[in-house]
């Protein structure tokens, strides 16, 4: 009865850190926005707050909030009051009121994470209760409560990403193309941490399945080691070769100075992204998919509200044009960073006894070496497939303008379908990786198939409903008509393939979770170098002479992919890449028995 109030309590908790979050956090764009149309109009806070303390005692965050705002008001204990805080009587300019509500903002975080009277859990069986709180004996509700918060982070990317190049394109086609170009390149610097990020939540969910808490923790630490370490090293090569890269990028002539810059920004912020992806990638291990997602809208509001405000110098803010584009994306990042670890400190995960001994550590990297490898060797393989991709379509005989400009066009609406697709394969990840630690392989491959199952049907008849309104949906991105027909014919080749394409994601997913990236590697790399390209040579350059040939190419190995995987998810021992018997780190015998690692 006691573990059951527990949990009841934890995840009330949790859901109104959780809805508190939120509504502050959007309490801070709207405000902003609401000091640029009314400068001189005095705004008010709308979201609600918790009591002075939130929990019994002082408050210990007094002194950091701003001068000008009302001190927060007890009632009942702070545990259920409704208090709403009102702005002072005098008006601010546009800057000093987004400073505060940044403030207030982190102010809420930190009073609601670290004040409501709990310590961290350390009792392996209160720790399992905590990372299980989602009802399993429900699986479509598990599926549903780790899906939805990871389809809305997926949306916040994908903001991120629309404001960057909304504000890009308006300052200039100059600052458009080398921020885009930047942009992209930037993906083979992150290739280490995206490899470690899928060997942490392969290893820390199999270890929580398997109520392995200490070997969880360890692998935590071990792993946030790993993002400081790998992103200090790029850092330092990228910075020494940094000339050398941009000589490879082939950077037009006028560019020069405007991707360098870029380029030196981006590279500063190698290490905070490392250690961004590889704590997102901690959280949802563990199953708490919604700190990422609080993260993800921290960092999505501050940027949009840099990239128009340092962008085109609004709300007082100066105007630093793409200096201010890459500097906000630098300030954002950093803040998605600082929230996340916040939240691992107050749970505990950020003391001296979380980095494992040496050991230990030379025994359990192995397993994330096993992981990471072929992660990582697969996202290189596959980007760079469509950079031959892109070339095979530029030296086309026919239209190859046109079908490059309509692909970038048809890129971006297909990119909306497959947020859901990509929050299902992590969703995938989590789940399996949890069924193998608890040594249920069966329920593991269930889990794989019904996700598979929910995001095929749902997707098929998404673009099902799109097909007939693909024309319209091509002529947001695409007004000249021959660039239109080719974004069209884009478009409907890769509707088709939608089912093929969101299946091998969400098996891809099932299968990093429980370790296998070695078959995503082989499959992927097959579809790719020995289905995709020849085919859009062949088609493309020698039978059809035009783009179809190359969209053609696309479904092709798509339909591929998706049944090499079915086949192996299917019918081979994937199970056997998870972290067992013989993969297991050492530790010392007497912590062995008292932790059950």
């Known amino acids: 009865m006691s573990s059951f109030s527990g949990l009841t309590s934890h995840r009330i908790r949790t859901e109104y850190v959780f809805v508190n979050t939120v509504l502050t956090v959007l309490s801070l764009g709207l405000t902003s926005l609401h000091s640029c149309f009314a400068p001189n109009i005095t705004p008010t806070f709308g979201s609600p707050l918790v009591s002075e303390t939130g929990c019994i005692g002082p408050n210990p965050f007094k002194n950091f909030l701003p001068r000008t705002s009302p001190p927060f008001r007890a009632r009942d204990s702070g545990r259920d009051g409704n208090n709403r805080t009102q702005a002072s009587g005098s008006s601010v300019t546009a800057l000093e009121y987004s400073f505060r509500s940044v403030s207030i903002t982190y102010v809420n975080f930190s009073i609601t994470i670290f004040c409501h009277g709990d310590k961290p859990i350390r009792d392996e069986n209160e720790s399992k209760i905590m990372t299980a709180s989602i009802d399993l004996d429900s699986p479509y509700r598990a599926i549903w409560h780790l899906a939805w918060p990871q389809i809305l982070m997926m949306l916040f990317h994908f903001f991120v990403g629309a404001a960057d190049v909304f504000v890009a394109a308006r300052l200039g086609r100059e600052e458009q193309a080398a921020f885009g170009m930047i942009s992209h390149a930037l993906f083979f610097f992150l290739v280490l941490a995206i490899a470690t990020s899928n060997g942490t939540v392969a290893a820390v969910s199999q270890s929580i399945g398997a109520g392995k ?52 920004v981006f590279l500063l912020l190698l290490p905070i992204q490392y250690l961004f992806i590889i704590t997102n990638a901690v959280f949802r291990a563990r199953k708490e998919v919604k700190i990422p997602l609080v993260s993800m809208s921290i960092m999505t509001i501050l940027n949009a509200i840099g990239d128009f405000g340092l962008g085109f110098g609004l709300w007082g803010l100066p105007e630093l044009g793409y200096k201010g584009l890459a500097w906000t994306t630098f300030g954002s990042v950093t803040a998605g960073l600082m929230f996340n670890l916040c939240i691992l400190k107050y749970k505990g995960l950020l003391l001296r006894e979380t980095i494992p001994p040496v050991r230990w550590m030379r025994r359990g990297i192995g397993y994330l070496f096993k992981v990471a490898w072929p992660s990582g060797l697969m996202q290189v393989s596959w980007q760079t497939g469509y950079l031959v991709l892109f070339a095979i379509t530029a030296s086309l005989p026919e239209g190859s303008v046109d079908a490059l400009a309509g692909m970038s066009a048809g890129i971006r609406i297909e990119s909306l379908l497959f947020l859901p697709a990509f929050a299902l394969n992590l969703t995938a990840s989590i789940l399996v990786g949890h069924y193998l630690g608890a040594g249920n392989p069966e329920e593991a491959k269930r889990f794989g198939f019904r996700i598979a199952a929910i995001g095929v049907g749902f997707l098929t008849v998404l673009s099902a409903c799109i097909w007939p309104f693909a024309q319209n949906a091509a002529s947001i991105f695409a007004v000249d008509p021959r660039v239109l027909a080719e974004a069209v014919s884009y478009l409907k080749y890769n509707l088709l393939s939608i089912p093929f394409t ?18 995503n ?30 969209w053609a190419s696309m479904l092709v190995s798509q339909i591929v992919q998706a049944f090499s995987l079915l086949y192996v998810f299917t019918f081979k021992n994937w199970q056997r890449f998870s972290l067992g018997r013989k993969t297991k780190p050492i530790i010392s015998k007497e912590r062995s028995h008292a932790h059950g690692v």
């Not at 923790?217 to 940094?242: A, C, D, H, P, T």
């Not at 085919?535 to 059809?544: K, P």
Request: hydrophobic share 55%; glycine share 12%.
């Open 213 to 264: 808490e200490l070997r969880a923790q360890r692998y935590i630490g071990m792993s946030l080691l790993l993002g400081v370490l790998l992103g200090g090293v790029i850092l330092i090569v990228g910075q020494i070769f940094k000339d050398l890269f941009l000589g490879l990028l082939q950077v037009p002539t006028g560019l020069e100075d405007i991707t360098s810059y870029i380029l030196s």
């Open 502 to 519: 969101v299946c091998t994601m969400i098996l891809a997913g099932s299968l990093n979770g429980a370790g296998a990236t070695l078959y």
């Open 521 to 550: 590697l082989v499959a992927f790399s097959l579809a790719i170098w020995l289905v995709r390209l020849p085919t859009a040579y062949v088609l493309g350059h020698l039978v059809l002479h035009d783009a179809a040939g190359v």
